[in-house]
């Protein structure tokens, strides 16, 4: 008997089980990249995941990224609506967008950028198109934790050749109540229960900056920068949920309060919808999709804004 063998069939047995299990969780969560390398690597090709790429530079995906990743760049999602920049895309052009990239109901979608530093924050874009793929329906998506950085940085191999998936198909039922309207947040803001969270810098919440066409926030906003709830040397890379519990808590961010997230476009929103959602585990969170560029021009620019301010949670 070849103990060796032996010992190397068992070990893929374990492996291919372990991918396989890991695939038939359907939920949106974190993936580390060794998983992910692996799950790259599945020794069966059907079985292997859709990787999506989100980064705004093409040409950081002509100059390396993941096998099998397909370039989805996440600002073809958005496009001016009535004057406001940067609004998602109309149900229909966005449903082509992901069946062209190959999204489909019946796989694994593995998600990533860079963003490794700040003021880098492509981090945004992957959990900008994982709320678009959430709200189309899709269950089985994972954001590589670490992103390109940590692949780079654990010695896994990346390419420049480019990958074209297969048209995909996508669930039929959508999931449209992660999304918050205007009128829901003017709703929902001070009532007993209810938070209204502001994913920007402070200097933006405060209405220190040389951005927004109006300066400050939405009244009755707390200010929590989404950069508080990632590794300081990979921003890109998300800290356990034990280690913000507590900065949360004193936020008054907590899990039996309904939570809206925004910020000026909606991607900085989107990460802090991701990590209460689906890290913390929070029951009843939104993202007010619209976000501070459409507020701010509404209704003849009439909407009330606030400035100054302390983030939250912090004496």
């Not at 929590?224 to 961010?253: C, S, V």
């Amino acid at each position: 008997m070849n103990l060796s063998s032996n010992y190397d069939r068992l070990l893929v047995s374990a492996l291919t089980l372990g991918l396989a299990l890991m695939a038939a969780q359907a939920d949106v969560a974190l993936v580390s990249v060794s998983d992910a390398q692996s799950l790259v690597n599945h020794p069966d090709a059907s079985k292997r995941p859709i990787v999506l790429d989100t980064r705004g530079g093409y040409k950081d995906y002509f100059r390396a990224h993941i096998p099998t990743a397909h370039h989805l760049e996440f600002d073809t999602l958005r496009g001016t609506d009535q004057a406001v920049p940067v609004q998602y895309l109309p149900d229909d052009l966005t449903r082509a967008l992901l069946v062209r990239a190959g999204v489909d109901k019946d796989r694994m979608h593995l998600v990533y950028a860079t963003g490794d530093a700040l003021p880098n924050d492509e981090v945004l874009s992957s959990s900008m198109v994982v709320y678009v793929l959430e709200k189309f329906g899709v269950e089985n998506i994972r954001i590589v934790d670490g992103g390109l950085a940590e692949w780079k940085k654990k010695g896994f191999a990346t390419t420049q050749d480019y990958f074209g998936n297969p048209k995909g198909r996508l669930p039929s039922k959508r999931q449209p109540g992660v999304a918050a309207s205007v009128n829901d947040v003017q709703k929902h803001v001070g009532k007993p229960g209810n938070v209204l969270i502001d994913a920007r810098p402070l200097n933006e919440f405060r209405g220190e900056d040389d951005v927004w066409l109006r300066k400050g926030h939405i009244p009755g906003a707390i200010s929590f920068h989404w950069a508080r709830l990632m590794e300081k040397d990979n921003t890109h890379k998300f800290k356990p949920f034990n280690q913000t519990k507590a900065a949360l808590e004193a936020a008054g961010i907590t899990p039996d309060k309904d939570i809206i997230c925004y910020c000026g476009t909606s991607r900085e929103g989107s990460l802090l919808f991701f990590y209460l959602k689906h890290v913390a585990g929070f029951p009843k969170v939104r993202l007010y999709e619209g976000a501070w560029k459409e507020y701010v021009w509404l209704h003849g620019k009439s909407l009330p804004a606030e400035t100054g301010g302390q983030p939250a949670g912090i004496p």
